[in-house]
């Protein structure tokens, strides 16, 4: 995954404060697709704390102070931004 991908579409701006980003993914592509490329995210990003939140149901993004999600097939038509860092088979 392309680093600065993820810290552009989470808005992050490089300053000395400790960054949390809150994910939601579904459990099989965070063990598959996702996880591995947070975790070497999170490596070369050591400034950054991540929270991953497994489910295969939708999280609201206000309700459940959810910052950036991986939502698998389609989403439905609503007033949220959707970016694709990279592709997943």
Avoid: C, Q
């Avoid at 995210?41 to 991540?50: K, T």
């Avoid at 497994?54 to 097939?73: C, E, V």
């Amino acid at each position: 995954m392309p680093f600065e991908a993820l810290k552009d579409i989470s808005g992050l701006t490089d300053d000395s404060k400790t960054h949390v980003i809150r994910l939601t993914a579904a459990p099989l592509a965070a063990r598959t697709t996702i996880g591995p490329r947070l975790f070497d995210f999170a490596l070369a990003h050591r400034d950054l704390r991540l929270e991953l939140t497994t489910t295969n149901g939708m999280l609201d993004f206000f309700r459940d102070n959810i910052d950036l999600a991986f939502p698998l097939g389609s989403l439905s038509d609503s007033s949220l931004i959707a970016k694709r860092p990279w592709a997943v088979r």
